[in-house]
């Protein structure tokens, strides 16, 4: 039940506080850490004392937040006495006035070292027009590089937050759950963090899609009976092979999360009644000696494919070669009794220790240096490469740090036999590159397993790969779209800046000198509509392009330019009268807001002619989207759809721009495309036809047909007032005989 804070008596709230502190502090005297309790009584007190009369949104007294995300780093992450008074002081500097000198003279460099990581920033190095979240990122990173730790408690930060998330006002909510699915959870991924990573997954998932997440966590619910009865089925016989060897071991059935079960619904198309793996069986065994958990597993292993069938593409040896992140376990999928497969993950208890905290937890300052260490080490060393690219524009840097938390990897070999971690898809001019910048720059082709291949050759984990280089060989633009790594990209960006300087400030005054003719201010906004309209993935490929002659601005019109003619910029658009015969309508009159309250919901309204909006060019909703508002540089709102790759950077990197909306009235139809795939027959397409335009009295605006033997795939533009009219349409598209799919297009 929520407390009422306004109406609890100041004897009752106080009493409250304290007992949330003594857990706290039992929990930490469970742990295995030394028991340093005075200094964080003294650290709690000096928190308490600072903010004083301070609440939260939501009512409750303040010191209620840094004690919830002190019990996260120690209870949920395992963090000490040191990182336990770090995250009771972690905001006092920034709301109150006590400074980090003062936070070093009571609790001594250490603390202040970390309070200061976590304090956020006031001005940037971006310039004035872009992210605070960007710079607050890149500090936090820097001074990770030297303290883990500032990392691991800003998670606990997060996390709290997230799950208090529901007190704040609509804009903030988006805003917040966006950088957290944008740059958090992957990176509490990266370091280990699992159960941290699918709790914030969830919760973004919850405040931006509540729909979605309450119809998938009531069908997980409804389905849970159904399912014990299929997991017990499966697991008996594996149970009694375990007891027959004499294990001592724990088993259960671990549900995907609400996230990941929408994720695959929305990746493959399929409602939820189709998703088959709904949950894995997890395996975890006793053993005190390390050096026999490999054994263990993998006669574990042996048992499960005595009983049933093996996927022979679908096993995972995670314990002879750990992922970056030091997780460690045996994935084996087979075949159950229902017919389908099912995922089995086998670990040591000390690896599902690691699994569930993340082995950031044991960093050097609690046990010795270790391979582990060495890992994350390395992972830091990289992120420390992003940091000191020298053109850090926001979206451009929060890009690039996305591009190195990734979630798949593969691991290959120098042929010295030193193990290099890289994204999947990585190619040999990744392994250049990572190995030095010099041999990337110069990097001609490799050999992978002793055969000859080009340096855009694709890796798989356990290649063994040699880089072959050339003094006349420079490193070329064209490469960044073959390079998976982040440090590979960084590195690449440094070496053509070099080899390219003169051209890239003359592509700079070029663009310039364009500008100002246009009377168009140079802003991100308008630059990266620019090098979006040219293809280009970076400023400095675009300059480069210019400058060197390969592009030319001539044609490039800008809509609100004052030297634009009005007749460049005249739209129509092409609205069906019901019989597919169109007819030639203005474009409505954007209505640009005067003011807008960011804590209040925007609603959103079109007609024939006028709307209170504009549509983006990465992504076309339609009314029953989940949408949000972008103000853009001229003032207007921008629409985007949440799941829109462009509107996560936005989400992450421009916290305040953004504006929470609804659909209030459309009454004008909007584009779709719906992407058809079957077995062709004579009259199939006659059929389709006559099915969308007689039937459903939908307009057609396009209808592209490809065959391929007995195969068609079909892609169909029409004209729709709402998703319900296309859910209805590929409902009734899939009855047709012969065809096997029928579902939205994302582009």
């Not at 502090?25 to 003294?42: D, F, P, T, W």
């Not at 003619?565 to 640009?592: C, D, E, M, Q």
């Not at 305040?656 to 609804?662: G, K, L, M, N």
Request: aromatic share 8%; with cysteine; hydrophobic share 35%.
């Amino acid at each position: 039940m929520k407390l009422d804070y306004n109406n609890l008596p100041a004897e009752a709230e106080e009493r409250l506080i304290e007992a949330e502190f003594q857990d706290l502090l039992a929990g930490y005297l469970r742990s295995n850490h030394r028991k340093k309790v005075e200094i964080i009584e003294r650290a709690y007190r000096f928190a308490k004392k600072a903010h004083k009369g301070i609440r939260r949104r939501s009512g409750e007294p303040y010191i209620l937040h840094p004690i919830a995300v002190a019990k996260i780093a120690s209870q949920e992450i395992g963090l000490g006495s040191t990182s336990i008074c770090a995250a009771l002081l972690h905001d006092v500097v920034e709301d109150t006035e006590y400074t980090v000198e003062d936070i070093e003279h009571q609790f001594g460099p250490k603390v202040a070292e970390l309070v200061s990581g976590l304090t956020k920033i006031s001005g940037g190095i971006f310039g004035d027009k872009a992210s605070l979240q960007a710079e607050n990122f890149r500090k936090l990173l820097l001074t990770m590089c030297e303290d883990i730790r500032v990392v691991l408690i800003k998670m606990a930060d997060r996390l709290h937050n997230m799950r208090t998330l529901g007190s704040m006002a609509p804009n903030k909510q988006y805003k917040i759950a966006g950088e957290t699915l944008y740059v958090y959870a992957p990176l509490a991924y990266r370091l280990g963090l699992f159960n941290i990573k699918t709790e914030l997954e969830d919760l973004s998932f919850k405040y931006e899609h509540p729909a979605a997440h309450a119809d998938i966590t009531e069908k997980v619910r409804q389905s849970e009976a159904r399912r014990q009865a299929v997991y017990a089925d499966f697991s008996q016989p594996i149970l009694e092979r375990l007891n027959g060897m004499g294990l001592v071991y724990e088993a259960k059935a671990r549900v995907k999360s609400a996230y990941s079960i929408w994720r695959k619904m929305e990746t493959k198309h399929v409602p939820f009644e189709e998703i088959y793996d709904l949950y894995a069986v997890r395996i975890i065994f006793d053993c005190d000696d390390p050096t026999l958990e490999k054994n263990v597993a993998w006669n574990i292993y042996s048992a499960i494919t005595d009983i049933y069938r093996l996927h022979p593409e679908r096993t995972r040896d995670w314990i002879s070669t750990p992922k970056a992140n030091g997780y460690q376990a045996l994935h084996v999928t087979v075949m159950g009794p229902d017919g389908n497969w099912v995922e089995v993950q086998i670990r040591s208890k000390r690896m599902d220790e690691i699994a569930e905290k993340g082995f950031a937890a044991h960093w050097k300052y609690k046990v010795g240096e270790g391979e582990e260490e060495t890992e994350l080490h390395y992972w830091l060393s990289t992120i420390k490469d992003i940091l000191e690219d020298p053109t850090p524009d926001a979206v451009d840097f929060l890009d690039t740090l996305k591009l190195n938390l990734f979630a798949a990897e593969i691991v290959v070999f120098t042929p010295k036999g030193e193990l290099i971690t890289l994204p999947s898809n990585a190619t040999v001019l990744d392994v250049a590159f990572t190995l030095h910048s010099q041999i990337g720059s110069h990097c001609i082709a490799g050999k992978v397993n002793h055969k000859l291949v080009s340096l855009s050759h694709k890796l798989s984990s356990g290649d063994q790969v040699e880089v072959l280089t050339s003094q006349s060989q420079k490193p070329k633009p064209e490469w960044e779209q073959i390079l998976r790594s982040a440090k590979a990209r960084t590195r690449l960006r440094k070496a053509l800046r070099h080899e390219q300087a003169p051209d890239i400030e003359k592509g700079k005054k070029i663009l310039s000198d364009f500008l100002d003719d246009a009377e168009v201010k140079g802003t991100n906004e308008v630059i990266t509509k620019i090098m979006a309209y040219y293809k280009v993935s970076s400023r400095d490929t675009l300059y480069y392009k210019l400058g060197a002659g390969e592009l030319s601005l001539e044609g490039y019109v800008f809509k609100d330019s004052p030297k634009t003619s009005p007749g460049l910029l005249k739209k129509i658009f092409r609205i069906g009268t019901g019989k597919n015969k169109s007819t030639v309508a203005p474009v409505p009159k954007i209505i640009k807001p005067e003011k807008i309250n960011a804590k209040e919901v925007y609603s959103l309204y079109m007609t024939d002619d006028e709307q209170n909006f504009v549509f983006s060019d990465c992504c076309r909703p339609v009314p029953g989207d989940d949408v949000m508002g972008y103000i853009n540089d001229d003032g207007q709102v921008e629409v985007h759809t949440l799941t829109c790759p462009r509107a996560q950077v936005l989400k992450a990197g421009y916290g305040p721009r953004i504006v929470a909306t609804r659909w209030e009235s459309v009454q004008t139809s909007l584009p779709a495309t719906v992407l058809i795939e079957g077995i062709d027959r004579h009259g199939i397409l006659q059929e389709l036809t006559q099915l969308i335009s007689n039937q459903l009295n939908i307009d057609i605006r396009s209808l592209h047909i490809d065959t391929d033997k007995e195969v068609f795939h079909c892609r169909l533009g029409v004209l729709v007032h709402d998703t319900d009219v296309i859910v209805r349409l590929c409902n009734k598209i899939k009855k047709i005989s012969g065809v096997q799919s029928a579902v939205r297009s994302d582009e």
